[in-house]
Each structure stands twice: as structure tokens, then as C-alpha cells.
């Protein structure tokens, strides 16, 4: 079962059971991932889109940590109940919106500026194309100093930010590649 790594929830598990094709982020992951965006200051008073939710564990992550709010969306509809139940078993259920739909729908519905953090982790088998797709139709929704962080497969293939993003450096763990970027900051 997942737990919260640190915060004020902090060794908490994450109530319920991993869907079919779930694949959660390790600890390990998580906590390389949290500590760069702590060293970014990028979680204080942050609002959080966690678009391939799963069991939810980086938005959880992110409010323990001291984000503001989090839109936690899900395509599976068993799961995304599975994390409505999650967030108020956690207290965390007046700053969560949980959504049972397809990424793509909701970032197609997001106010421009909307966001300051946003994690993608969908499941390895959806093509870096629609990634790279989805990072380009979400960009009006980021705030100048957004953070962006895609977890995709070490084996997979390469993942090219879109026009209007900043590469931000990639990490690999594994069999896992981390990927940071942002909105180019225009001069």
C-alpha cells in the first residue's frame, strides 16, 4: 500500500487498493522528485494538477507538503471513487477535486493560469506523442513559474518538451525517467 512520505501526513498509507494497470510511483521516486521541488520552493501555497492520478500518491505527496489544493483526475472510475474516499479518510477532502474523466478533457477545461504545479505519470504504454500533445494544450494553464514533472519509461521513447516550455533536466531511476520543465520565461 502507498504511503505519504513527509509533511504534516508524513507515514500515512493511502486508503484503498491499486487499480487494474495502476503503477505507483516508488517511494524512492517520490521522495528524488519532492526533494528537487523543495529545493525549487515549489510546493508552498502551490495548486496542484496530479493528471494521471492513480492512486493520487503525487498530490497527496505535494499537499502534506504544503500545496494549497490539488485537481487529482482519473479515467478509471472505480479508482477515482477509490480516491474521493482517499482524500476524506486523509482530511484532505476540501482541498482536493477529484475528477473521473480523461486528462486531456480536463486540461481543456483549466482556467489560463491556473496552475503552478503539474504531475504527468500516465501509464507507459500511452505514446510520448500524446504526451508531448497534452503538455502543448496545457500550457495556458500554467503560471510563468509552473514546474511540469513527467514520469515515463526508461525505455520508452524520448520525451521532447512542445514549443514554449524550458527543459528543466531529466532523472532516471531504474527503469523509470523523470522529466522537468516549465513555461519559457520570455525576456
Not at 139 to 162: F, H, I, M, Y
Amino acid at each position: 500500500m502507498p504511503r505519504i512520505i513527509a509533511g504534516r501526513l508524513g507515514g500515512r498509507p493511502i486508503p484503498g487498493s491499486v487499480g487494474p494497470g495502476t503503477r505507483p510511483t516508488s517511494d524512492r521516486v517520490r521522495e528524488a522528485v519532492f526533494s528537487r521541488l523543495d529545493g525549487w520552493d515549489a510546493l508552498d501555497g502551490a495548486r496542484v494538477a496530479d493528471l494521471y492520478a492513480g492512486t493520487g500518491a503525487l498530490a497527496l505527496e505535494a499537499l502534506s507538503r504544503g500545496a494549497a489544493h490539488a485537481l487529482v483526475v482519473e479515467a478509471h472510475g472505480p479508482t477515482a471513487s477509490t480516491l474521493r474516499r482517499a482524500t476524506r479518510a486523509l482530511g484532505l477532502a476540501d482541498v482536493t477535486e477529484v475528477r473521473h474523466g480523461r486528462a486531456e478533457q480536463s486540461v481543456d477545461a483549466l482556467a489560463p493560469g491556473s496552475l503552478d504545479l503539474v504531475f504527468l505519470d500516465p501509464p507507459y504504454d500511452v505514446a510520448t506523442v500524446q504526451i508531448e500533445d497534452l503538455l502543448q494544450r496545457l500550457l495556458p494553464a500554467l503560471t510563468p513559474d509552473a514546474v511540469v514533472v513527467v514520469e515515463r519509461s526508461a525505455r520508452g521513447q524520448e520525451l521532447q518538451w512542445p514549443q514554449g516550455y524550458a527543459d528543466d533536466g531529466a532523472k532516471r531511476y531504474g527503469e523509470t525517467v523523470v522529466h522537468y520543465g516549465g513555461p519559457t520565461v520570455a525576456a
